[in-house]
């Protein structure tokens, strides 16, 4: 799922209960109001969806039983690190934040969601050398949309980096001149994983998904329907 922040909040008002220990200290130590509320509402999303893939009531009581962990694989910390629900190693989930849009995705296969809005920041083309590949910078350069280009390319790769697939430092290796650009209907393949692109034009942001299931973009429940949402085939973004 993709999804406004302030709809996400708005949909489960209990949503402070629903946080660990751990996920209220570090929403507290946001630096602003708005940053707190993207991070509360990522870890507010990823339970939404996972409560829809295992079929559940999405009420307050269920996605209280959904524990979201982390836990870095090099330092043990449990500030940072791979989400994964406590008490259901199956189930693979991921989430992302940006000024006022969240992302969540929730699978029984491995998958990692990133979402961005459209408006680069100032001088992040310039980091195009670190994050494309040789190829990927010579079809940048001839795309009509530099920086469109750019973006796609980044939630993609960021994606790759939550699968354990690559890390930051080595994005340039990972080749993904080859796939779409970004407009065509469901989901590529590159090697043995699915990418999907999704681009909200309401909420004026660009997310992947990238999955070694094949996923699909679930809507946001209605708030009359928000304890109950039905339930769809495959892993949820």
């Avoid at 699978?107 to 969601?113: A, D, Q, S, Y």
């Amino acid at each position: 799922m993709v999804a406004d922040t302030d709809e996400v909040l708005g949909l489960v008002p209990a949503y402070e209960r629903l946080l660990t220990d751990v996920e209220r200290r570090r929403a507290d130590a946001m630096l602003t109001a708005r940053a707190r509320a993207d991070f509360v509402a990522a870890h507010v999303l990823v339970r939404l969806c996972a409560a829809r893939l295992l079929d559940r009531p999405a009420d307050t009581r269920v996605l209280e039983q959904l524990v979201l962990e982390q836990r870095c694989p090099g330092c043990g910390s449990a500030e940072h690190g791979r989400p994964s629900l406590a008490g259901l190693p199956k189930v693979s989930v991921s989430l992302s934040h940006t000024t006022g849009v969240v992302a969540a995705a929730a699978g029984r296969e491995p998958v990692g969601v990133d979402v961005e809005r459209r408006r680069l920041p100032d001088g992040v083309r310039s980091a195009a050398v670190r994050v494309l590949s040789a190829a990927e910078r010579a079809a940048m350069g001839e795309h009509a949309d530099p920086d469109a280009y750019f973006l796609r390319q980044w939630v993609r790769k960021e994606c790759f980096v939550k699968l354990g697939r690559t890390t930051l430092g080595g994005l340039a290796a990972v080749d993904l001149s080859g796939l779409p650009d970004g407009t065509a209907e469901g989901p590529s393949r590159h090697g043995d994983l699915y990418v999907l692109d999704h681009t909200d034009a309401r909420l004026d942001a660009v997310a992947a998904v990238v999955s070694a299931g094949r996923p699909r973009i679930g809507a946001l429940p209605a708030p009359a329907d928000a304890r109950c949402p039905a339930a769809p085939e495959g892993p949820i973004t």
